[in-house]
């Protein structure tokens, strides 16, 4: 079969362009319109180096603290491999390889609009990379992300200059064997592509991206099994009401209200009658809270998004301006603020899921405690309840801000840091934790659904509970959970959902 490729241009690369290049494995090349740009922005920058004399910051000058230093033009490439050697200090647990596909395509990306004075050549090679799924060793530990992300973007670059280490086929060897496998010569940077490679957050963005795809994937589970958990628990439909919505018209609370009314469609659980008038905060309360969350990440999908259609190494260059110019684009606080937030939004989900949990295995309406027969003898769905708790107090201590931190580097160069990359990382284990959290909620709502028999739920939830069956039997009495717990992340981590059921604007 024919790979499938996608054409890199200037139009914007979306939430749903990428996980579809991703998952189909499509394989990348650069528009004619790119390679011009990239092209002439390099030709312009040589043109420039050979006729001007006065320092360009990181580009014939030393970098951070050293930008006095002025370089001689016969040391301009020694000055970037420097560079990359000397910001290679990561250290920690490797980047997972999902993750540094990601980078590759931010990176090509970034340096494709034609202000980063890249040579095709070294485009061409990430572009190489990504192709053949050749994925640099890079460690999650060592950004401060303030001038991008520095030692995880140097990783990234060290098998550009043909160093440092790569996975490739399923095997982790020095970058030396790959070339010499490939029938590659290493890349010679010329001035200021070090620079160019190693300042960006393409490491944040990354992790941005797959947090963000998701989040939006638990916020769906989230919904569903929330909407099974007030089935189980016998809940009351009218907090979902549109009018009660309507007068308060949170976008995420209306559309998450809609979205369970629409998932109880015909159910015979939820129009038969009730002998309660209320449910507890974490049923009754779905569409606020969930749709808190729903409504943050919209604001973090925006803030990612900018961020990966855009120019984050530095300095920049202006072909029709005639200008180089130093700023600081490279500084994550836009995606550390958004990443702090994000935790914040996805623990909630995990939090309010757990109640629910909680209340389905107190022997309430008509319920067995523990949601087994003959109780006592057996335990039921006591101890996973446990489990939950645990991680969402884990949560908790994850979601504290790394945003209002900061710490001086770089002999007082870099004197305010974002902290992005640890506030990626801890995002990261926390989307993990949750999904963790909600298969345990859907363990005990299936459970609990099999006490509410006859009666039967909407199509679509009999029809995602049924599936769930194949994977996780009803309990009759106590077994290992664990084996349990496991399949049901299995199950939500593996099942396909079409990207338009996730409420996602990009």
């Given at each position: 079969m024919m790979p499938k490729y996608f054409t890199l241009s200037k139009a914007p690369l979306s939430f749903k362009k990428i996980s579809e290049i991703l998952s189909e494995k499509q394989k990348l090349k650069l528009s004619d319109e790119l390679i011009k740009d990239i092209m002439l922005c390099r030709s312009y920058l040589d043109d420039k180096m050979q006729n001007e004399e006065a320092p360009i910051y990181g580009i014939n000058t030393g970098f951070g603290s050293l930008y006095n230093v002025k370089i001689e033009k016969e040391n301009l490439q020694q000055l970037q491999e420097n560079l990359v050697m000397s910001h290679a200090c990561g250290i920690g647990e490797e980047v997972p390889q999902h993750l540094i596909k990601i980078m590759l395509l931010l990176k090509i990306k970034s340096l494709s609009f034609g202000h980063s004075g890249v040579q095709m050549a070294t485009v061409n090679r990430l572009v190489d990379f990504f192709n053949h799924d050749i994925f640099p060793v890079i460690y999650t530990q060592g950004s401060l992300g303030a001038s991008g992300d520095l030692a995880p973007l140097a990783h990234l670059t060290l098998p550009l200059i043909g160093k440092g280490e790569v996975w490739f086929e399923g095997e982790k060897m020095p970058t030396e064997m790959l070339y010499q496998k490939m029938h590659w010569e290493p890349i010679q940077l010329q001035s200021k592509e070090g620079l160019a490679l190693l300042n960006g957050t393409q490491f944040m963005s990354a992790y941005g991206v797959y947090l963000i795809l998701q989040s939006f994937r638990l916020q769906y589970f989230a919904d569903i099994i929330g909407t099974l958990s007030l089935e189980g628990f016998d809940g009351r439909i009218e907090p979902f009401h549109h009018l009660i919505h309507d007068v308060r018209p949170h976008k995420g609370q209306m559309k998450v209200a809609e979205r369970v009314r629409n998932l109880l469609e015909s159910s015979q659980i939820i129009n038969q009658p009730k002998v309660h008038v209320q449910d507890p905060y974490s049923f009754r309360c779905i569409p606020q809270v969930h749709g808190a969350t729903w409504d943050t990440l919209q604001f973090v999908a925006q803030t990612i998004y900018t961020e990966i259609n855009s120019v984050t190494d530095n300095p920049n260059i202006?072909?029709?301006?005639?200008?180089?110019?130093?700023?600081?684009?490279?500084?994550?606080?836009?995606?550390?603020?958004?990443?702090?937030?994000?935790?914040?939004?996805?623990?909630?989900?995990?939090?309010?899921?757990?109640?629910?949990?909680?209340?389905?295995?107190?022997?309430?309406?008509?319920?067995?405690?523990?949601?087994?027969?003959?109780?006592?003898?057996?335990?039921?769905?006591?101890?996973?309840?446990?489990?939950?708790?645990?991680?969402?107090?884990?949560?908790?201590?994850?979601?504290?801000?790394?945003?209002?931190?900061?710490?001086?580097?770089?002999?007082?160069?870099?004197?305010?840091?974002?902290?992005?990359?640890?506030?990626?990382?801890?995002?990261?284990?926390?989307?993990?934790?949750?999904?963790?959290?909600?298969?345990?909620?859907?363990?005990?709502?299936?459970?609990?659904?099999?006490?509410?028999?006859?009666?039967?739920?909407?199509?679509?939830?009999?029809?995602?509970?049924?599936?769930?069956?194949?994977?996780?039997?009803?309990?009759?009495?106590?077994?290992?959970?664990?084996?349990?717990?496991?399949?049901?992340?299995?199950?939500?981590?593996?099942?396909?959902?079409?990207?338009?059921?996730?409420?996602?604007?990009?």
């Amino acid at each position: 079969m024919m790979p499938k490729y996608f054409t890199l241009s200037k139009a914007p690369l979306s939430f749903k362009k990428i996980s579809e290049i991703l998952s189909e494995k499509q394989k990348l090349k650069l528009s004619d319109e790119l390679i011009k740009d990239i092209m002439l922005c390099r030709s312009y920058l040589d043109d420039k180096m050979q006729n001007e004399e006065a320092p360009i910051y990181g580009i014939n000058t030393g970098f951070g603290s050293l930008y006095n230093v002025k370089i001689e033009k016969e040391n301009l490439q020694q000055l970037q491999e420097n560079l990359v050697m000397s910001h290679a200090c990561g250290i920690g647990e490797e980047v997972p390889q999902h993750l540094i596909k990601i980078m590759l395509l931010l990176k090509i990306k970034s340096l494709s609009f034609g202000h980063s004075g890249v040579q095709m050549a070294t485009v061409n090679r990430l572009v190489d990379f990504f192709n053949h799924d050749i994925f640099p060793v890079i460690y999650t530990q060592g950004s401060l992300g303030a001038s991008g992300d520095l030692a995880p973007l140097a990783h990234l670059t060290l098998p550009l200059i043909g160093k440092g280490e790569v996975w490739f086929e399923g095997e982790k060897m020095p970058t030396e064997m790959l070339y010499q496998k490939m029938h590659w010569e290493p890349i010679q940077l010329q001035s200021k592509e070090g620079l160019a490679l190693l300042n960006g957050t393409q490491f944040m963005s990354a992790y941005g991206v797959y947090l963000i795809l998701q989040s939006f994937r638990l916020q769906y589970f989230a919904d569903i099994i929330g909407t099974l958990s007030l089935e189980g628990f016998d809940g009351r439909i009218e907090p979902f009401h549109h009018l009660i919505h309507d007068v308060r018209p949170h976008k995420g609370q209306m559309k998450v209200a809609e979205r369970v009314r629409n998932l109880l469609e015909s159910s015979q659980i939820i129009n038969q009658p009730k002998v309660h008038v209320q449910d507890p905060y974490s049923f009754r309360c779905i569409p606020q809270v969930h749709g808190a969350t729903w409504d943050t990440l919209q604001f973090v999908a925006q803030t990612i998004y900018t961020e990966i259609n855009s120019v984050t190494d530095n300095p920049n260059i202006f072909m029709e301006e005639d200008l180089i110019v130093s700023g600081g684009n490279f500084h994550g606080q836009p995606l550390a603020l958004a990443f702090d937030f994000l935790g914040i939004a996805v623990a909630e989900l995990g939090n309010i899921s757990e109640r629910r949990t909680y209340q389905l295995i107190g022997g309430n309406r008509g319920l067995p405690a523990y949601l087994v027969s003959n109780s006592g003898l057996n335990s039921g769905m006591m101890i996973p309840q446990y489990t939950a708790a645990s991680i969402v107090s884990q949560n908790k201590q994850l979601a504290t801000p790394a945003s209002v931190d900061s710490i001086v580097s770089s002999n007082l160069q870099e004197d305010h840091v974002s902290m992005g990359a640890n506030a990626a990382t801890k995002g990261l284990r926390i989307v993990e934790n949750v999904e963790k959290i909600l298969a345990i909620e859907l363990l005990n709502a299936a459970q609990a659904m099999q006490f509410r028999r006859p009666l039967k739920s909407s199509e679509f939830l009999e029809s995602f509970l049924s599936a769930y069956r194949t994977e996780v039997p009803f309990m009759e009495q106590d077994e290992i959970l664990h084996n349990a717990i496991v399949k049901s992340i299995d199950f939500l981590h593996q099942m396909d959902i079409d990207m338009d059921e996730l409420f996602f604007s990009k």
